[in-house]
C-alpha cells in the first residue's frame, strides 16, 4: 500500500542511493515568497532545478506586486510551467501600452493596471511548459494539457489542453464531481487520507468516503 510523502520535506524523492532527486520539490517547503501562496503536498518539477522557485515559475510576481499566486494542496506541476501574473500586464485603456509610468520614481510606486489574483485549485495537475495566465481561475481536480496556454476560469475536474487553452471534457460525470467536491479529500486529517489512497488510486468513489 502506498503512503503518504513527508510533507515536512523539500525534496520528497528518494533515489535507490538514498540521496534526495533535487528536480522535484514540495513548493511550501523552498518558497517564502510573500505574494505566493502554495497547500501541503503540491509539487513542482524541473530537470534543470531552479535555486530561487518562486522567480522560476512565476517571474513577474515581485514581493512588491498586488495580486497573490495561489496554489492549492496536491497540486502537480511539471517541467516549464510558467504563471505569468498579473504584474506582467500592461494598461490596455490609452492610446498606447507602454508603461511609462514604471520608468518614473514617482509614477512607479503603486503602478499596477492589473490586480488579479491567479488561483489554483486543490489536486490540479498542469503538464509540461503550459502557461497560467494572469487572473485564471482553475479548480479543483483540473488537468491542464502540455503546453496550454490557459486564462479565465476552468472548471473543476475539466481537462484543457492547446492555445487558446479550450475545455476538451471533464473528467468525470457532473454527479461524480458534485460528490468529490462534497468530499473534499485533500482537506482531511492526513490519517484519513492515507486510509483512502488505495480507493483514491483505483477510482473507487464508493470507498473513498466510508
Known sequence: MPVLPDATRAYPITLPDGSDYTGTVFLNQVITHPQFDVGEFTYASDFDPPTDWAAHLAPYLFPFS???????KFCQIAHGVRFITSSANHAQTGLTCYPFPVFDTETRVGYQPDQRDTVIGHDVWIGYGAQILPGAQI???????????????????????????TLQRKRFDEATIARLLELSWWDWPLDRIQAALPALLEGNLSKVGS
Open 139 to 165: 479548480g479543483h481536480g483540473a488537468i491542464i494539457g502540455a503546453h496550454a496556454v490557459v486564462r479565465g476560469t476552468v472548471p473543476p475536474y475539466g481537462i484543457v489542453t492547446g492555445n487558446p487553452g
Open 66 to 72: 498586488q495580486e497573490k499566486l495561489r496554489i492549492g
